[in-house]
């Protein structure tokens, strides 16, 4: 017994079945295609970001190099103020060579203290640029990244600039 769709496929012309055929396969081939092109420029945008906050990290890391060398906070705390207030920009931190918060953009009352949270713990032993995927309440994924600040004769860890 033939059910309904049977019957109308085998009332069509041969014709009509080639038609149906290669434009059901266009179909397909055009979805695909724009799977794929959304998929890589997704995969390209969150490239183009990472290389956006790795530069700004290393700017400001660069920037604030003499004011963690000579515990100017005054400084610190202006310059970590003004790459915060970039509108992606969620926070900066300064941490100092013993691993204590030298400045908070967002949460002043952890400054002179030694963060004990994992996120904290791996950019503070990171010895070369370290980026890291962090969940922030009310603000969804975003990328951390910490750059040590080298100074000196003979290129000490001086500290840790984290932004995010």
């Known amino acids: 017994m033939l059910s309904a769709v049977d019957r109308w496929i085998a009332g069509l012309r041969l014709r009509t079945k080639f038609i149906l055929a290669v434009n059901g396969l266009i179909l397909v081939l055009v979805v695909a295609a724009t799977l794929l092109v959304e998929m890589r420029q997704r995969q390209t945008i969150v490239r183009e970001v990472e290389k956006r906050a790795i ?3 290393q700017s400001l890391a660069a920037a604030t190099t003499n004011d963690l060398l000579t515990y100017n906070f005054v400084g610190l705390e202006q310059k970590l103020a003004e790459v915060a207030r970039q509108e992606d920009v ?5 941490l100092d060579r013993e ?6 953009t967002l949460r002043k009352e952890l400054e002179g203290t030694r ?6 713990l791996r950019a503070i032993a990171a010895e070369e640029i370290l980026v890291q995927r962090a969940r922030h309440p009310g603000e969804g994924d975003a990328y951390d990244i910490a750059v040590p600040v080298l100074g000196g004769s003979s290129e000490d860890k001086w500290g840790t600039i984290r932004v995010g």
């Open 115 to 120: 963060p004990k949270d994992d996120l904290n």
């Open 55 to 57: 530069t700004l990290a």
């Open 99 to 104: 691993g204590l918060v030298a400045s908070h």
């Open 90 to 94: 969620l926070y900066a931190i300064a």
